[in-house]
């Protein structure tokens, strides 16, 4: 009987290919919470507006408020830049009139709280943007409660529902008058 010998075969792992990076600012690259983390991108048209007949703060609606607050963010940058640029131009322009003085520095104040209160609301877009990040946004940050799409569009930068908002409003207004 002839002799055999026996061939031992070797295995090989194919390796993964690695999707590229999209392109379009409406593409942003979404993970999930499962023990698979799989990479999903969302597409929306610029017209897109949430539906209620939407899950609450699927994807499609986390992708819609990113975008909105980052293009308010770049407004009020944009819009702060040029009201400081173009305001420190008048600072030669000084009056012997008493006057034009008061007016054109009452102008100034004016143009100044504009611009820190624009300051502040950069502030609560970024937090807000963070909140998306964290998967909490859109959820009252004292009730855990959603707080509501019509709420959201109206006040992309919204932290509570209603009811806990009037209740933030009254506290402070209790220790204002302290």
Request: aromatic share 6%; glycine share 2%; with cysteine.
């Amino acid at each position: 009987m002839p002799k055999t010998t026996k061939v031992k075969k070797k295995v090989t792992k194919s390796k993964t290919k690695v999707a590229a990076k999209p392109k379009a600012a409406a593409k942003i690259k979404v993970t999930t919470k499962p023990k698979a983390a799989a990479k999903v991108t969302i597409k929306i048209s610029k017209t897109y507006v949430p539906k209620d007949t939407e899950k609450y703060m699927c994807e499609k609606h986390k992708v819609f408020f990113r975008m909105r607050l980052t293009e308010w963010k770049k407004e009020l940058v944009k819009a702060n830049n040029e009201a400081l640029y173009f305001g420190s131009m008048d600072d030669n322009s000084i009056s012997a009139d008493v006057v034009d003085q008061a007016s054109s520095y009452t102008d100034k104040n004016v143009e100044m709280k504009a611009i820190n209160r624009q300051i502040k609301l950069i502030s609560e877009i970024d937090k807000a943007l963070a909140r998306i990040r964290e998967d909490i946004y859109g959820y009252c940050l004292d009730t855990a409660e959603p707080i509501g799409l019509k709420r959201l569009i109206a006040r992309p930068v919204a932290k509570y529902t209603i009811a806990a908002q009037e209740k933030h409003e009254k506290n402070e207004k209790v220790h204002a008058d302290d």
